[in-house]
T-cell receptor, first 113, second 115 residues
Framework: DGGITQSPKYLFRKEGQNVTLSCEQN?????MYWYRQDPGQGLRLIYY???????QKGDIAEGYSVSREKKESFPLTVTSAQKNPTAFYLC????????????FGPGTRLTVT | AQSVSQHNHHVILSEAASLELGCNYS??????LFWYVQYPGQHLQLLLK??????LVKGIKGFEAEFIKSKFSFNLRKPSVQWSDTAEYFC?????????????FGQGTELSVKP
């Protein structure tokens, strides 16, 4: 089955630790995105990548980092510099040069204490 | 600034009632418009989309939406809701002038349907 996988589903970390969230897609999509979802705030864009080895900051990139070494993978690192990291993180992808419809993974809920 | 606003944060309806969820976006040229739904414990999935042509678009599960360009609105409707429509609904806009195909999301509307 084609789709987007995110692992793990739940993640717990202590304050001050970096943590990496996984996102893999086998849809052969070119572009990938990371969003953060908080209650009452919708989804906010953290980073996105349109091609391998290239990525751009979204609206709330501070305290996060990404890499795009392979087309199918777009991991997100939540660093200790992120002031409020507890949230639900969603990964998405789309084919380039289409009408911008994005497909979403199941999400990772990160809790930092 | 580009923004999307959903007027209702939480809507409670009885089964068979009609639904209309509001969505307005700020001016920004040509747009592509989407409604996504997030059922409890499930992936965010696309309900319907508008790119061009007929401003009344039909989606899955009996949902439809109307694009009114003069009002910068893209309201979601369903004539008769079911308990299984209980979910969170998100309006999203792609401004074509933006690089990268980014979507800007509204705050979301939580719909609770009472059986």
């Amino acid at each position: 089955d084609g789709g987007i996988t995110q692992s793990p589903k739940y993640l717990f970390r202590k304050e001050g630790q970096n943590v990496t969230l996984s996102c893999e897609q086998n849809l052969n999509h070119d572009a990938m995105y990371w969003y953060r979802q908080d209650p009452g705030q919708g989804l906010r864009l953290i980073y996105y990548s349109q091609i391998v080895n290239d990525f751009q900051k979204g609206d709330i990139a501070e305290g996060y980092s990404v890499s795009r070494e392979k087309k199918e993978s777009f991991p997100l690192t939540v660093t200790s510099a992120q002031k409020n990291p507890t949230a639900f993180y969603l990964c998405a992808s789309r084919i380039r040069d289409t009408h911008y419809e994005q497909y979403f993974g199941p999400g990772t809920r990160l809790t930092v204490t | 600034a580009q923004s999307v606003s959903q007027h209702n944060h939480h809507v409670i309806l009885s089964e068979a009632a009609s639904l209309e969820l509001g969505c307005n976006y700020s001016y920004g040229g040509t747009v592509n418009l989407f409604w996504y739904v997030q059922y409890p414990g499930q992936h965010l999935q696309l309900l319907l989309k508008y790119f061009s042509g007929d401003p009344l678009v039909k989606g899955i599960k009996g949902f439809e939406a109307e694009f009114i360009k003069s009002k910068f609105s893209f309201n979601l409707r369903k004539p008769s809701v079911q308990w299984s429509d209980t979910a969170e609904y998100f309006c999203a806009v792609n401004y074509q002038e933006n690089q990268g195909g980014k979507l800007i999301f509204g705050q979301g509307t939580e719909l609770s349907v009472k059986p």
